[in-house]
Nanobody, 123 residues
Framework: QMKLTESGGASVQAGRSLRLSCAAS????????TAWFRQAPGKGREGVAS????????YYAGSVKGRFTISHDIGKNTVDLQMNSLKPEDTAVYYC????????????????WGQGTQVTVSP
């Protein structure tokens, strides 16, 4: 099974930016979905952003649209999440995922997951 390793999580103040990166141990085929999910304390896992590895339409949760950007670097085999204008409600553990997804922002269908990286945004 593909191994995914996230990095880039940190504690920042509201309004600042962070860039998360996810390194995959294997080539991500163009038919696969790549995505970032997050889970805040006491809440379920939420789909944040997704894009097919071959490129094309990007999908975003309404709460992050216009602030976050997902990208897949084929050469580096990485999936990045650029997060701008961070808010305290963005505080969560962020997970990278890859799979033959049924729906881009739904966890079911993703069978490879990273261990997560913590993002904390203070007021």
């Amino acid at each position: 099974q593909m191994k995914l390793t996230e990095s880039g999580g940190a504690s920042v103040q509201a309004g600042r930016s962070l860039r998360l990166s996810c390194a995959a141990s294997e080539y991500i085929y163009s038919s696969y979905c790549t995505a970032w999910f997050r889970q805040a304390p006491g809440k379920g896992r939420e789909g944040v952003a997704s894009v097919y590895a071959g490129g094309g339409t990007r999908y975003y949760a309404g709460s992050v649209k216009g602030r976050f950007t997902i990208s897949h670097d084929i050469g580096k085999n990485t999936v990045d999440l650029q997060m701008n204008s961070l808010k305290p409600e963005d505080t969560a553990v962020y997970y990278c995922a890859v799979g033959v997804c049924e729906s881009p922002l739904v966890a079911r269908g993703y069978d490879s997951w990273g261990q997560g990286t913590q993002v904390t945004v203070s007021p």
